[in-house]
C-alpha cells in the first residue's frame, strides 16, 4: 500500500508525523508519505500532525481500512477426446477440488474461477476409464487442456484379429489397395469402424456374426467415396472386446 499526504497552506516544506498509530504494518515518512503491507484486517483513525518551516502546526484525523486481498481467478479450458479415435467425447464430466462441469456436444469443458495454484483435473464418462491430468495456475488461463479417455474392453480381453493388405504391395499401400481384416471372432458380433486421424468417422461396419472370420474393406467412406491418403483408425468391436490399431494409406 502507498499514499501521500498532502498539506494546503503556510510555508513549505511540511514535515509529517502520526500522533496516533498507523494500521499493523504501515510507516509514514516526513514527507508525508504512507506505505508498507498491513498484516490485519479492519479500520484504524489515525491523526496526523503537520508542521511547516515556521512551525505552524495542523492535525488531521483520516481512517484506513484494510480489507482482506482478493485473489485472481482464471480458468482451465479444454477438450475430453477419445484416446484411440481423437473423436470428442460430448457429456463427460469433468471435475477438480470443489468444481465440476460437463463437457458440450464439441466435448470443451470450461472450469472458471480458479485461484492460482495446482490442480488434479480428472474426467470421466461413461464406457471409458476415468483420467486425471495435473494442471497448474500460475498467472493466466490455461488453455488447450486435453483429457484422453480409454474405452473400457465389456468383453474378454482383446480381439484376436490380425490387419494385412490383401495385395503385394506392403503397408502403408495405396488407395486402390483392399484392406483385409482377418481372423475375426466367428462366432460374435462384429462392429468396425474407421476413422480419420483427427477423429472423423470414415465408416462403420456391423458384420454381425461374421462366420467367415475375415472382411475385406475397399478403402471406401461411408458414402461410397474412396478415401485420401493418411493415417487412420480402426476399432474393432468383438462381443464387447476391443481391438484397435492404425493404417497408413497413400
Known amino acids: 500500500y502507498s499514499a501521500t499526504l498532502t498539506a494546503t497552506g503556510g510555508t513549505a516544506p511540511y514535515s509529517w508525523t502520526n500522533t496516533t498509530a498507523l494500521p499493523a504494518g504501515l510507516t509514514l515518512s516526513a514527507a508525508g508519505a504512507i506505505s508498507g503491507t498491513p498484516t490485519a484486517v479492519g479500520s484504524t483513525t489515525t491523526t496526523f500532525r503537520v508542521t511547516d518551516s515556521l512551525s505552524a502546526v495542523a492535525t488531521k484525523d483520516l481512517c484506513i481500512t484494510v480489507q482482506s486481498a482478493t485473489s485472481p481467478k482464471y480458468k482451465i479450458t479444454g477438450n475430453v477426446k477419445d484416446t484411440i479415435t481423437s473423436v470428442v467425447i460430448p457429456g463427460a464430466t469433468v471435475m477438480t477440488t470443489g468444481v465440476s462441469t460437463t463437457t458440450s456436444a464439441s466435448g470443451y469443458y470450461e472450469i472458471p474461477n480458479?485461484?492460482?495454484?495446482?490442480?488434479?483435473?480428472?474426467?470421466?464418462?461413461?464406457?471409458?476409464?476415468?483420467?486425471?491430468?495435473?494442471?497448474?495456475?500460475?498467472?493466466?488461463?490455461?488453455?488447450?487442456?486435453?483429457?484422453?479417455?480409454?474405452?473400457?474392453?465389456?468383453?474378454?480381453?482383446?480381439?484376436?484379429?490380425?490387419?494385412?493388405?490383401?495385395?503385394?504391395?506392403?503397408?502403408?499401400?495405396?488407395?486402390?489397395?483392399?484392406?483385409?481384416?482377418?481372423?475375426?471372432?466367428?462366432?460374435?458380433?462384429?462392429?468396425?469402424?474407421?476413422?480419420?486421424?483427427?477423429?472423423?468417422?470414415?465408416?462403420?461396419?456391423?458384420?454381425?456374426?461374421?462366420?467367415?472370420?475375415?472382411?475385406?474393406?475397399?478403402?471406401?467412406?461411408?458414402?461410397?467415396?474412396?478415401?485420401?491418403?493418411?493415417?487412420y483408425t480402426y476399432v474393432i468391436n468383438a462381443g464387447g472386446a476391443i481391438k484397435k490399431g492404425k493404417i497408413a494409406i497413400k
Do not use: H
Not at 500460475?138 to 480381453?157: A, F, K
Not at 490380425?162 to 466367428?186: H, R, Y
Not at 454381425?208 to 485420401?228: A, E, R, Y
Open 114 to 231: 480458479l485461484s492460482p495454484g495446482t490442480y488434479q483435473v480428472c474426467a470421466v464418462a461413461s464406457g471409458y476409464q476415468s483420467s486425471t491430468i495435473t494442471v497448474t495456475i500460475v498467472s493466466g488461463n490455461i488453455t488447450g487442456r486435453t483429457i484422453s479417455l480409454t474405452p473400457v474392453s465389456t468383453g474378454n480381453g482383446d480381439a484376436d484379429v490380425d490387419v494385412i493388405i490383401a495385395v503385394p504391395a506392403p503397408n502403408p499401400g495405396t488407395v486402390e489397395d483392399k484392406v483385409t481384416f482377418m481372423k475375426l471372432p466367428s462366432d460374435k458380433e462384429i462392429t468396425i469402424s474407421i476413422y480419420t486421424i483427427a477423429g472423423n468417422k470414415v465408416l462403420e461396419k456391423n458384420l454381425g456374426v461374421c462366420g467367415t472370420g475375415n472382411w475385406l474393406w475397399d478403402c471406401l467412406n461411408k458414402d461410397g467415396n474412396k478415401i485420401s491418403s493418411g493415417l
